[in-house]
C-alpha cells in the first residue's frame, strides 16, 4: 500500500544557493539522516546516500553508495533531543558542502530524507535557510497506527511531490538504510564501551 502523505512550506530549488523557484527535478543523490538516541552517551546520527545509475534517473534506479555513508557522535547535545541532535549533524554535515577546501568537500545532495515528523523536517529546514541551501527535503514518521508512513514536506513543487510520490519504495528503503546503519553504529560503540570495562 502506498504510504500517506502530508506537505507544508515553501517551494525550492534542487542543490541550488539563492531564491527560490520551479525547477524541473533532477535527482542523482539522496542523502538521509537518522538519530539513534539510547541515554546521554549513546547519541550518534547516520548519513546514507543512494546514488543514480549513470546519473539523474527516476522510477527507483538507485543504490547505495556505502563508501559515502558518515557516522556522527553527538558531542553538543545535553539531554536526549532528537532535534537538537539532528540539527548538530545537519550542521556539521553542511560543512562539509560550503567549505572552501576541496579535500574536506563532500558533494551536495539532491534530496534529504529525515526518518522523523514535524519536529525533525522543521528544524532541518531551518538549517538550511539559514546557509540559504535550498536542497528538497522530506521526512517519513510513523503513522498513528505506526502501520503506515507519513511523508512530511519541508518543500513542496509539482516536481518534487511528483518525485516523492513516484519513487515512495526507494525513499522508505532510504529511511531504513539510514535507521539500520545508525543502530548498527551505536552498537557497535556500546560493545566497545563494555570491552574496555575492567572486571574484577
Known amino acids: 500500500t502506498s504510504p500517506a502523505g502530508t506537505a507544508s512550506s515553501q517551494s525550492t530549488s534542487p542543490n541550488r544557493r539563492g531564491n527560490y523557484g520551479e525547477i524541473k527535478m533532477k535527482v542523482s543523490r539522496i542523502e538521509g539522516y537518522d538519530i539513534s538516541n539510547l541515554g546521554s552517551s549513546g547519541k550518534v546520527g547516520s548519513m546514507v546516500v543512494f546514488s543514480a545509475q549513470g546519473g539523474s534517473a527516476s522510477g527507483g534506479d538507485y543504490f547505495p553508495e556505502k563508501s559515502a555513508y ?82 512530511i514536506f519541508g518543500v513542496k513543487t509539482r516536481e518534487f511531490i511528483k518525485f516523492v510520490n513516484e519513487n515512495q519504495d526507494l525513499l522508505i528503503r532510504v529511511r531504513d538504510e539510514a535507521h539500520r546503519f545508525a543502530i548498527t553504529f551505536q552498537r557497535s560503540l556500546r560493545k566497545l564501551k563494555h570491552k574496555n570495562i575492567k572486571t574484577v
Open 70 to 151: 558518515r557516522k556522527f557522535k553527538i558531542k553538543t547535545v545535553e539531554g536526549q533531543s532528537d532535534v537538537d541532535c539532528l540539527r548538530e549533524v545537519l550542521e556539521r554535515r553542511i560543512a562539509r558542502i560550503l567549505t572552501q577546501n576541496d579535500a574536506d568537500r563532500w558533494p551536495a545532495p539532491d534530496v534529504i530524507l529525515i526518518d522523523g515528523g514535524k519536529p525533525q523536517v522543521n528544524a532541518a529546514m531551518q538549517i538550511l535557510k539559514k546557509h540559504k541551501l535550498n536542497i528538497p527535503l522530506v521526512g517519513i514518521a510513523k503513522g498513528p497506527e505506526r502501520k503506515r508512513n507519513d511523508f
